[in-house]
Every structure is written in C-alpha cells, then in structure tokens.
C-alpha cells in the first residue's frame, strides 16, 4: 500500500469569521480515515491566519522573528489538536516535537498529527522531512491555491496553472519570485528554498491542490489522475 504524508494549511480549518469550521474538519478526518488506497501515515498541521495574527500583534512588542517562529509552531500544534480529537483513538496521542519524537510514534503504526518543529523552518519542510523519514511514496499539500502557477497570480493576471513540474523548474520560479519578507515568521510561501532542498535530495513525489473545497482531495485520495493541481516530480 502507498504511504501518503498530508500537509494541510491552518487557515483551511477556520471560517472567514476565524471560527473553527468543525464541518470542514470533520469533512478532512473523514476523507482520510475512509479511503484505503493510501496509508496516512502523518498529517501536518500549519498555522495559518491565527498564527499570523498573534505574531502581527506580537512585533508591536519586540522585534525578534525567532519567538515569532515559536508562536506560529505553538498555533500549528493547537491547530493539530483539534485533527487529533476528531480521530479519536486513530490518532497517536501526542504531538511530535522533533524527529526523535516522530520515530517513536511511527512505531506505534498509528495516524501521527504534528505541526512545526523549529524556527526558520516551513511546515512545508516538516511535511517532506517527516515523508523522507518515513519512507513515504507521496506528499499531499492541501493550501488555499490550486497549484503552483508559472508566477504569483496574485499579482500577475496572466499567471498560469502549471500541471506538471520538476523540483529544478520549481527552484526557477522559486528563485524569480524570491522576496525578502518571505522567509519571516508567519510568511513562508508554499515551497520555500529549506522545503525545496528536501524535495531534490529526497526525489518525493508532491502533489499540490486547494483544500477549500475537498471533493478534489477526495478524488485524489479515491486514485483519480486527473486532479485540478500541480504535480512535482523529477
């Protein structure tokens, strides 16, 4: 059996009013624990717009991107919480806070939910290094955009949907659309250069597609190839 590592955005489990959309979540854990062409393995958590919150309000106060860091892996381990209670008895019952702690868990053949691990690192990074040691075929990265685009949609109408794409042509975009405020807590992009290093050294396939509506994630997990979404793999 395939074993998958998902990667799930924090803003993806709260509504627009920043409750936490229990249906939604429901709807995730659900989805995960009733398909079996895969075996989940982990689930990480981000931190998302809670996360970037408190650390906005906490730069009013000091000027320091590592504690800023914490507090986003702190909200990214609350955020897992919550997947953790959904699961129930499914899930190992503590939160891995490094690798030494993820072996231990992997043991056990339990669901593993986890957040970040160490500031300066993107749960990007946590997802494919957590895939890398535990030997699995496949990322899933569920995020608030449909895939990787040739250059940021956001600020270029022509921007387009790139299917398929290697790590080195990521790197390319990566490298173009590189700012300076993106490697500052709270900020990390979907792929930053730390996360784009594992994936070369670790050859992971990654599949990358939008988790505001599940029923994509839900074809992918049924074993559709034909998803909505960006493909990396070299």
Do not use: W
């Not at 590592?5 to 009733?34: A, R, Y």
């Not at 019952?93 to 500031?119: C, D, F, R, S, Y």
């Amino acid at each position: 059996m395939n074993k998958i590592v998902i990667k799930i955005g924090g803003s993806l489990l709260f509504t627009k009013n920043l409750e936490v959309d229990t249906s939604k979540v429901k709807e995730f854990c659900n989805i995960v624990q009733n398909e079996e062409i895969y075996d989940t393995s982990v689930i990480v958590c981000g931190g998302g717009i809670i996360a970037r919150n408190y650390i906005k309000a906490f730069r009013k106060f000091r000027d320091n991107e590592s504690l800023c860091d914490i507090i986003g892996i702190e909200v990214s381990r609350i955020n897992a919480r919550i997947l953790q209670g959904v699961f129930g008895d499914h899930a190992y019952p503590v939160i891995p806070k490094n690798m030494e702690e993820l072996a231990k868990a992997l043991i056990t053949q339990k669901l593993i939910i986890m957040g970040g691990l160490q500031p300066g690192q993107s749960t990007t990074s946590v997802a494919l290094e957590a895939a890398e040691y535990s030997r699995a075929n496949h990322v899933v990265i569920l995020t608030d955009v449909d895939g990787i685009y040739d250059k940021d949609p956001k600020i270029h109408r022509d921007a387009k949907l790139v299917k398929k794409i290697t790590p080195k042509k990521l790197q390319t975009i990566i490298l173009n659309e590189f700012e300076a405020n993106q490697a500052l807590a709270g900020e990390y992009r979907i792929f930053d250069l730390v996360s784009l290093q594992i994936l070369k050294r670790s050859n992971i396939k990654v599949t990358l597609m939008s988790g505001k509506n599940l029923q994509e994630f839900k074809r992918y997990i049924n074993g559709s190839k034909d998803i909505f979404g960006t493909e990396i793999s070299s």
